[in-house]
């Protein structure tokens, strides 16, 4: 298949399937490559699709849309490049941004739609939206205080570590690795107690990853000004918020754990129904943009 007919197959996505717009994501049960794309595979299901379908309904975009997951990010920034270049019409790509703000590594469209951190998880899993969740999930007429109490001293502690943590992993990142971006986060999550951040799991993994870092070790500025609430690692962030529902609603008041999917999809939709926060001037102005393109 030629270059120019790879190009306008994908432009005749939209129109072959009666919509507006072809919408890539992230996330689903399969990776996929660019030339898997290219002969229609995708995952019709994913997290990244319940999020983002969620801002463009919240923000009232008008065309019609379909969602299509592709796994990791390698083949969305294929055709993101396409994108960037004017190549190719009727098609987007919403994905993360996980480190790219820092580096400069976005690209450049209203058809390219970046998180407004490092992640979904970023903006989903706030503390305030934890606590309305749990509240919605115990017998008690509303939130005990030293339930808030827990959550409020776990996302402090959190909170506390989290400008050092992004530092750390912009280290590894600068020497061409990672550091706890490619690991489960419930790994230095404490789960079984009030929950907190294992510090002993990372100092661990940094004692085992550390001879991976070429000495003298300088950022050169690099992060500074960046939040690192914002821009933690997402999956992270989701474990901490996780670990507070299971071990309130489960450990204290003593109900039936609840499947991580469950919860996960209660607090997407809890997130949607949120009015009126920082996150959503900056998904209302992408998706402004991507309606005038």
Request: aromatic share 12%.
């Amino acid at each position: 298949m030629s270059f120019t007919r790879t190009n306008s197959g994908l432009s005749n996505l939209a129109l072959f399937h009666g919509v507006d717009l072809i919408v890539f994501t992230e996330g689903g049960e399969d990776s996929y490559s660019y030339e898997d794309v290219l002969a229609g595979k995708f995952n019709d299901r994913s997290v990244d699709i319940k999020f983002w379908s969620g801002v463009f309904s919240k923000h009232n975009f008008r065309k019609t849309v379909e969602f299509r997951a592709l796994g990791s990010k390698t083949s969305s920034k294929a055709i993101c490049e396409l994108l960037e270049s004017n190549s190719i019409n009727n098609i987007a790509v919403a994905l993360d941004s996980d480190l790219d703000d820092i580096f400069g590594a976005k690209f450049t469209s209203p058809c390219i739609l970046y998180t407004r951190g490092y992640s979904w998880e970023n903006d989903v899993y706030h503390p305030q939206l934890v606590k309305e969740q749990i509240e919605s999930l115990i017998f008690s007429a509303k939130l005990p205080d030293n339930y808030i109490s827990i959550i409020d001293e776990s996302y402090r502690y959190f909170n506390w570590y989290a400008s050092r943590l992004l530092k750390l992993e912009l280290m590894f990142k600068k020497a061409g690795s990672k550091f706890i971006t490619d690991c489960n986060g419930e790994r230095f999550i404490n789960g079984k107690s009030e929950p907190k951040l294992k510090i002993d799991q990372i100092r661990n993994l940094l004692h085992q990853r550390k001879s991976s870092l070429v000495k003298p070790i300088s950022l050169n500025g690099v992060g500074n000004g960046y939040c690192g609430i914002r821009y933690c690692y997402g999956k992270l962030r989701e474990a901490l918020a996780l670990a507070n529902i299971t071990y309130i609603v489960g450990s204290l008041e003593k109900q039936k754990s609840l499947p991580k999917d469950l919860m996960v999809t209660a607090m997407l939709d809890r997130y949607q129904k949120r009015e009126g926060h920082l996150e959503d001037s900056y998904y209302s102005n992408i998706i402004g943009k991507l309606a005038a393109a």
